[in-house]
């Protein structure tokens, strides 16, 4: 699914023109990475969790020269679906556990 087939579901599920799909598609979007970027934890029960996580430096390699590169530390965005996501997408799983 990509950002402008979002835009069209939103749109869909109500009264509302493209432009306003959009506005509130980005409105979302920016809440998110806005909230992320402060440090902030998302939650959406049902749908599950952003985080931020601290990657710490280390040595890689280049794969084209084999040379060794120092990789900075850096935060990255996480995703934790939640249970309920889960079990929505594999239901085998979810009735085998019950």
Same mark, same amino acid.
């Given at each position: 699914? $990509?950002?402008? =087939?979002? !835009?069209?579901?939103?749109?869909?599920? +109500? &009264?509302?023109?493209?432009?306003? #799909?959009?506005?509130?598609?980005? $409105?979302?979007? =920016?809440? !998110?990475?806005?909230?992320?970027?402060? +440090? &902030?934890?998302?939650?959406?029960? #049902?749908?599950?969790?952003?985080?931020?996580?601290?990657?710490?430096?280390?040595?890689?390699?280049?794969?084209?020269?084999?040379?060794?590169?120092?990789?900075?530390?850096?935060?990255?965005?996480?995703?934790?679906?939640?249970?309920?996501?889960?079990?929505?997408?594999?239901?085998?799983?979810?009735?085998?556990?019950?």
């Amino acid at each position: 699914m $990509t950002k402008a =087939d979002l !835009v069209e579901k939103v749109t869909g599920a +109500g &009264d509302l023109t493209r432009r306003d #799909g959009e506005v509130i598609v980005e $409105t979302i979007f =920016d809440a !998110v990475i806005g909230a992320l970027k402060s +440090g &902030d934890k998302i939650e959406i029960r #049902g749908f599950g969790s952003f985080r931020i996580r601290q990657r710490n430096p280390r040595i890689g390699r280049n794969p084209k020269s084999g040379e060794r590169v120092e990789v900075p530390a850096k935060k990255v965005p996480y995703f934790k679906p939640s249970k309920e996501l889960r079990d929505l997408v594999n239901p085998k799983e979810a009735k085998s556990a019950a």
